[in-house]
C-alpha cells in the first residue's frame, strides 16, 4: 500500500525558512516523480513543484521560484522542501504527491498535508 | 501561469448527470493529452479520478468520464451519489514545464 506522510508543517515568521519532509512507502520511491501541492486557506490546490525519479530535475512555479528548494533522499524514501524567505501569502497545507514517470503526468497517491502558517 | 477556469459551484440530485468545464489555453489544456481531474474532500488528501483526458484509474467508479475539445477538458458524473459531493480540480501540463490547476468546483448533492 503506498503511503505518503509529510511533516514539518509549523508557525513561522514573515522571511523565515522551514523544511517539509515526506516520507514514502509502499513502492519503489526511486523511479518515480515527486511533486509538492499546496492549499491555501478558502482557496483551491496550487501545484508548487516537482522532480524527477533520480533528482536531477527539478521545476517550479512561478510563485516560489528562487525562495523554494525542492529535494530527495532515495537512500531514505524521502521527499524535502526547503521554503526560504518565506510570506504570509505561503499560508496553506502542503501535500506531498507521487507522480508518475514523468512528473507532468498525474498525481496518483498524495498525502494528508501538513500546515504552514507564516505570521508573525 | 494562470488558474484553468472551472464553474465555482454545480449542483444535481441523486440519479442525475453533471458536467464540469476546464478551460485553458493552447499552451495548455489544448496542447497536451496531460490533463488529469481531482476529487477532493476536506481534511483529505486529493483523489486521482481521471488521467491523460479521459483514462479511469483502477478502482474509480465508471460513472465518472471525462473528455477534452480544443482547449476545454470536461468532467461528466453520471447517476449522481451523496458521497460524490466534494470538491473538484483540473490540472494541466503547461508549455513552460509547468503544472496548473483549476480553481475547482464545489459539486452539492441535493
Known amino acids: 500500500e503506498v503511503q505518503l506522510l509529510e511533516s514539518g508543517g509549523d508557525l513561522v515568521q514573515p522571511g523565515g525558512s522551514l523544511r517539509l519532509s515526506c516520507a514514502a512507502s509502499g513502492f519503489t520511491f526511486s523511479a518515480y516523480a515527486m511533486n509538492w501541492v499546496r492549499q491555501a486557506p478558502g482557496k483551491g490546490l496550487e501545484w508548487v513543484s516537482a522532480?524527477?525519479?533520480?533528482?536531477?530535475?527539478?521545476y517550479y512555479a512561478d510563485s516560489v521560484k528562487g525562495r523554494f528548494t525542492i529535494s530527495r533522499d532515495n537512500s531514505r524514501n524521502t521527499l524535502y522542501l526547503q521554503m526560504n524567505s518565506l510570506r504570509a501569502e505561503d499560508t496553506a497545507v502542503y501535500y506531498c504527491s507521487k507522480g508518475n514517470i514523468w512528473f507532468g503526468e498525474y498525481f496518483d497517491y498524495w498525502g494528508q498535508g501538513t500546515l504552514v502558517t507564516v505570521s508573525s | 501561469q494562470s488558474a484553468l477556469t472551472q464553474p465555482a459551484s454545480v449542483s444535481g440530485s441523486p440519479g442525475q448527470s453533471i458536467t464540469i468545464s476546464c478551460t485553458g489555453t493552447n499552451s495548455d489544456v489544448g496542447a497536451y493529452k496531460y490533463v488529469s481531474w481531482y476529487q477532493h474532500h476536506p481534511g483529505k488528501g486529493p483523489k486521482l479520478m481521471i488521467y491523460?483526458?479521459?483514462n479511469r484509474p483502477s478502482g474509480v467508479s465508471n460513472r465518472f468520464s471525462a473528455s477534452k475539445s480544443g482547449n476545454t477538458a470536461s468532467l461528466t458524473i453520471s447517476g449522481l451519489q451523496a458521497e460524490d459531493e466534494a470538491d473538484y480540480y483540473c490540472?494541466?501540463?503547461?508549455?513552460?514545464?509547468?503544472?496548473?490547476f483549476g480553481g475547482g468546483t464545489k459539486l452539492t448533492v441535493l
Open positions: 491523460e483526458v479521459s
Open positions: 490540472t494541466s501540463y503547461t508549455s513552460s514545464s509547468t503544472l496548473v
Open positions: 522532480i524527477s525519479g533520480n533528482g536531477g530535475a527539478t
